[in-house]
C-alpha cells in the first residue's frame, strides 16, 4: 500500500495540521493544546480527579502528570488530595485559570472554524462522526 493511501497516515498529517493551527492559537496565551483539554474538563467541573480528566482526554497518568506540573507551575490549578480519597489527587481551577477561559473558547473556536472553513456544515457532521467511528475501535 502506498503511504498516501495508507490511513495512519492520512490521519496523522491531518492530526498534525491541526495541531499546529490549535498551538498557534493557543500560544499567546501561553497555554499548549494539552493544558487546553485540562482547563476544558475542569470548567465543565472543577475539582476533578487526575484520572476523571486522564480518562476524558484519553491520555495516561505519566503524560498527565507532566501537563499538570507545568499548569502548576505556571498557577492556572491547584492539586490538593481529594476528600473523598485520600490516595487521589483533585485538581482545582485557580482564578488565573478560571479567567483564561473566554478568551480561549474565543481562540479554539476561531481554530476550528479555520480547520473546517472548506467543510458544509452535513461533511463537517459526517466528519466527526467517522472520527468518533474510528475513535472506538478496539484493538484486539
Known amino acids: 500500500m502506498e503511504l498516501e493511501h495508507c490511513i495512519n497516515f492520512i490521519v496523522t498529517r491531518a492530526q498534525h495540521t491541526v495541531h499546529q493551527l490549535f498551538k498557534a492559537a493557543l500560544a499567546p496565551y ?3 493544546p494539552g493544558q487546553y483539554g485540562v482547563l476544558r474538563c475542569l470548567w465543565d467541573e472543577d475539582g476533578q480527579t487526575v484520572r476523571q480528566i486522564a ?3 484519553y491520555l495516561d497518568a505519566s503524560t498527565m502528570t507532566g501537563i499538570l506540573d507545568r499548569m502548576e507551575q505556571r498557577g492556572l490549578i491547584l492539586k490538593q488530595t481529594d476528600p473523598r480519597d485520600r490516595r487521589a489527587l483533585q485538581i ?8 483564561l477561559q473566554a478568551p480561549l473558547e474565543h ?3 476561531a481554530a476550528n472554524e479555520q480547520v473546517l472553513q472548506e467543510l458544509v456544515p452535513a461533511e463537517v457532521e459526517s466528519l466527526k462522526k467517522l472520527l468518533w467511528d474510528i475513535g472506538s475501535i478496539r484493538s484486539n
Open 55 to 57: 480518562d476524558r482526554l
Open 92 to 99: 482545582l481551577l485557580t482564578p488565573k485559570g478560571r479567567d
Open 107 to 109: 481562540a479554539i473556536d
Open 30 to 32: 501561553g497555554v499548549t
